[in-house]
């Protein structure tokens, strides 16, 4: 686990994105599972912060189904912890572009 006194650490919104999950695809495949869907990533992203985070210290923003991805506002060491758990194809810090 990381750091325990993170609330001083300044965050930022990350986003998380899986490696290919069968059952993801398998749901995403079957039009009548949208709602079976949305529960299965949910659920799935919220066990990998709870596994890889300590509680209280990231803040999930929301599940992208569409892409088997996540959002969440995390410390820069947070992101490195989730960026080695089982699982995670990539973790980028989220960056606003102005036009």
Same mark, same amino acid.
């Given at each position: ?23 993801? /695809?398998? !749901? ?5 599972? #949208?709602?079976?869907?949305e +529960?299965?990533? *949910?659920?799935?992203? /919220?066990? !990998? ?5 300590? #509680?209280?210290?990231?803040? +999930?923003?929301? *599940? ?8 969440a506002?995390?410390?820069?060491d ?5 960026? *080695? ?15």
């Open positions: 686990m990381g750091p325990k006194n993170t609330a001083a650490r300044p965050t930022d919104v990350y986003l998380v994105m899986m490696e290919f999950d069968p059952e993801y /695809d398998r !749901l995403r495949r079957d039009r009548n599972a #949208a709602s079976e869907l +529960k299965y990533v *949910s659920n799935k992203h /919220d066990v !990998l912060l709870q596994r890889a985070l300590e #509680a209280g210290t990231y803040k +999930k923003c929301f *599940s992208w189904v569409i892409v088997d991805g996540f959002a506002e995390i410390t820069s947070q992101a490195e912890m989730l960026r *080695s758990a089982d699982g995670v194809r990539v973790v980028e810090k989220n960056q606003e572009i102005g036009l």
